[in-house]
């Protein structure tokens, strides 16, 4: 079994765990939990946390050369990570739900058994790790959508600084519970994966917010993602939030992304109308793993 280290990263330090989800990013659907854009909507928390995970013997092989270097280049490494480490898996919690993408070929079984001490009761789920002795979750599965480029037509616009409290209404209105303000879409836009991201508004006829996406670009050739999209309550029903889909899809085609991909659980059936309304299918469905009762 390969040995890994897990460094903990601050919304600062994520760089290298973003290059790493680049990097593994597919030109279509990501098979593995996390898109550089999870990371990036995550990033909207100013006390967020990322997991990245390194081949330990890289991190082993660096620290032969650190003592040669000045304080100044230690404290430039994030999260304790040198720059000749190899990462193996990004990942973070997501409420109960541990979400891993792991490097193709990573030693999964190795990783499984670093994260022992983040999957403490109450942590139940994971989502892309596979733990011995745990269960795929078949009755809770997830559709993945991808979304091919071609011509659209939207009156989705893109979000400037001016929208930015009513982008943020929109999510308030379209997700109960949600408490996300102008500040933190601030904080996410100055995060390090903030230049990824496209946002679009849409308006009612009288210029009310009525629908909003995020799209996240993964890199030119690769697979981009919509995480979050939304519809306003009081404003369902006349195919706003089809544009705002559309919208943020033509502009991550515009930026080189050979395809979109989004997310939503099976039993939200008016989430994968409006997905298949734009133009989207279904290329899959993802199982979270759980633990067993009793485990």
């Known amino acids: 079994m390969v040995s890994v280290a ?24 990501p098979s593995g939990s996390l898109h550089p854009g999870d990371v990036g909507w995550l990033l909207r928390r100013d006390d967020a946390t990322v997991f990245l995970w390194t081949d330990a013997r890289t991190d082993t092989h660096a620290s032969a050369h650190a003592a040669a270097r000045t304080d100044v280049q230690a404290s430039a490494q994030a999260g304790g990570v040198t720059t000749t480490a190899v990462p193996v898996a990004v990942g973070f919690l997501d409420g109960p739900v541990l979400r891993v993408t792991a490097a193709p070929n990573a030693d999964l079984g190795a990783l499984a058994a670093d994260a022992e001490d983040l999957l403490v009761p109450g ?60 500040d933190h879409w601030r904080t996410m836009k100055k995060s390090p994966a903030g230049h990824l991201a496209v946002e679009t508004l849409v308006r009612t006829p009288a210029g009310e917010p009525a629908a909003a996406a995020t799209g996240w670009f993964g890199g030119a050739g690769r697979c981009g993602l919509l995480e979050p999209v939304g519809t ?19 502009a991550l085609a515009d930026r080189g992304a050979s395809a979109v991909a989004v997310l939503t659980p099976a039993g939200n059936e008016a989430a994968a109308a409006l997905y298949r309304s734009a133009g989207f299918t279904v290329v899959r469905e993802n199982l979270d793993w759980t633990r067993p009762s009793g485990v």
């Open 123 to 182: 942590n139940d789920a994971t989502d892309g790790l596979p733990v011995p002795g745990w269960e795929p979750d078949a009755e809770e599965p997830w559709l993945v959508f991808s979304w091919t480029p071609e011509p659209v037509s939207s009156r989705a616009v893109q979000v400037t600084e001016s929208d930015t409290a009513d982008r943020a209404l929109v999510h308030r209105a379209a997700f109960t519970g949600s408490t996300l303000t102008a």
């Open 6 to 29: 897990r460094h903990r990263l601050s919304p600062a330090e994520t760089g290298p765990a973003l290059r790493a989800l680049r990097a593994w990013t597919p030109p279509d659907a």
């Open 232 to 250: 306003h309550a009081d404003h369902r029903g006349h195919g706003y939030g089809r544009d705002a889909v559309r919208g943020a899809c033509a």
